[in-house]
């Protein structure tokens, strides 16, 4: 790995009165996989976007194979062998595995029909030789995120000789996805494509990196090796340490506000892949933050949407009450009655409407609090947005926006308000700050422990260990649906993931 095959040097790109990168020096080896890190805002995007020609530096320059080039668009990067997987893929639902590959450059016949089968047997070909056996036949709507994430890199690689670049390629992945996503990277590394990674992921990078570049307010805060300690990743990130990005857990709590004990949920129907809770015995008081740890498909996320009504449908058996009442969760109106809120962990797909306003996708879930008589409310409405935007510091303070154009953790933000300005007594939440950057983190573990100190009870689940350990004040830990085992904030990791794999620690 010791030729250079895309580098930039001292590039500066302005918008307006905005200046998005501050001379900055980056550069990607034949074969290495090199991670790209920064918060939001941090210019790492802008950099992708210089790098793969939707941008043109305002100074500085772009080169390949160590020749000065200048994009005047996309198609010049990809005529040169740059080609990127953005975080929203440019894929078709409706169409097939093979005509997503061959979009926009289809193959035909001398008399100006599509050539199907050679488009069919090509794609076959493509797919194999990294490994993979999708169908080339199938509808895209039809394959899971993973899958989708193989067709747009085998889309990409069409263009892709001498470097790749991943925006966020993990961010909707489960563990097995993510692993089957690496042996393909490793695979193509090893062919000599050199390949920029992008991440939030910190725990990723040393599983898959040959080296990181960490950016910061525009310009390359530092460089280190993969196996450099996250402590120091994140003071590279946001500029201060890691002990500092979650507050102090509770002095004291209060009553209890869930109690579970023997807890079993009963699907009307079997679902394929879906772990009911069997056994779960667990607490929740006022003032506390419990966070539930466990391997992929232990049970988290489907004890939380059980919970919630948001599952398959089913009926509980065993002890719930909820404020001291025994409570009958059967359904999103039963819960919220007793005064349930739910984060769930695909903020696009299911807790947003990206299309609408941040305004309106705040307010919906109290549309007849702010509607009285049937009536909506302007006074009301503005004053439970202006709430929102002060209490979860949603950027830009611009309530008239489309949701999806605000950043991943702003529109965590917004998920989170959104439930919280119901008033709940306890709120559930599933994967809390998935695909969010550390300094978003930071600012939601601190409202988090805010809402706590106001007598809320949250329940968390979550995949990320640091986060269990540094923000709750228990963990409860579950396998194959039942809890398994308790343990006070700040316990090790290693005691943790033994009790989750059924190992003594």
């Excluded at 772009?62 to 005529?79: L, M, T, W």
């Excluded at 169908?135 to 989708?148: A, F, K, N």
């Excluded at 540094?470 to 830990?477: F, H, M, N, P, T």
Aim: hydrophobic content about 45%.
């Amino acid at each position: 790995m010791s030729e250079i095959v895309l580098s930039a040097k001292g590039a500066v790109k302005r918008f307006g009165g905005v200046q998005a990168l501050r001379g900055v020096d980056f550069e990607l080896k034949i074969g290495e996989i090199h991670a790209l890190l920064g918060e939001n805002g941090a210019g790492k995007s802008t950099l992708m976007n210089l790098l793969s020609g939707v941008y043109t530096p305002d100074e500085g320059e772009i080169f390949i194979d160590g020749k000065s080039v200048r994009f005047h668009g996309p198609r010049d990067a990809q005529a040169a062998g740059i080609a990127t997987i953005f975080q929203e893929l440019d894929l078709v639902p409706s169409l097939s595995v093979a005509a997503n590959l061959f979009l926009g450059h289809e193959r035909v016949h001398p008399h100006g029909m599509l050539d199907s089968k050679a488009m069919l047997h090509e794609a076959r070909k493509r797919l194999e030789a990294i490994d993979q056996s999708i169908d080339p036949t199938q509808l895209v709507s039809e394959l899971s995120i993973g899958q989708r994430q193989v067709v747009a890199i085998v889309k990409a690689l069409s263009y892709a000789s001498k470097a790749l670049i991943m925006d966020e390629p993990t961010a909707a992945l489960t563990v097995g996805e993510v692993d089957r996503l690496f042996d393909i990277m490793r695979g193509l590394a090893s062919s000599g494509v050199g390949i920029v990674y992008i991440s939030h992921r910190l725990e990723e990078v040393p599983q898959i990196a040959h080296r990181v570049t960490v950016m910061r307010d525009g310009k390359v805060a530092g460089v280190t090796e993969p196996d450099a300690p996250q402590a120091e990743l994140v003071q590279l990130l946001v500029g201060r340490p890691l002990n500092e990005l979650y507050p102090r857990r509770a002095d004291s709590v209060g009553d209890v506000l869930l109690r579970m004990r023997q807890a079993s949920f009963h699907p009307h129907r079997a679902s394929p892949g879906w772990q009911a809770p069997i056994s779960v015995d667990l607490d929740v008081r006022r003032g506390e933050i419990v966070g539930l740890a466990g391997v992929m498909g232990a049970g988290r996320t489907e004890l939380l949407s059980a919970l919630y009504g948001a599952g398959v449908p089913g009926y509980w058996r065993g002890e719930i009450a909820v404020g001291g009442r025994p409570a009958k969760l059967t359904s999103i109106a039963a819960a919220r009655r007793v005064g349930l809120a739910f984060v769930t962990d695909d903020r696009r797909g299911a807790g947003l409407m990206l299309r609408m306003s941040v305004g309106l996708n705040l307010v919906m879930s109290v549309i007849r609090r702010i509607s009285p008589h049937g009536l909506l409310s302007a006074r009301r409405q503005e004053d439970a947005i202006k709430s929102s935007f002060g209490q979860f510091d949603i950027r830009p303070k611009n309530p008239a926006i489309a949701v999806g154009a605000l950043s991943g953790g702003n529109q965590q933000k917004v998920v989170l308000a959104k439930e919280v300005l119901g008033n709940p007594r306890l709120l559930l939440l599933d994967e809390p700050t998935r695909g969010v950057d550390v300094g978003a983190k930071g600012e939601i573990y601190t409202r988090l422990r805010k809402l706590a100190s106001e007598g809320l009870g949250i329940l968390v689940a979550s995949s990320e260990m640091p986060e269990l350990i540094g923000l709750c004040d228990r963990i409860v830990v579950l396998r194959n649906g039942c809890s398994v085992a308790e343990f006070s904030g700040g316990v090790s990791e290693h005691e943790v993931l033994a009790a989750a794999n059924g190992r003594e620690a």
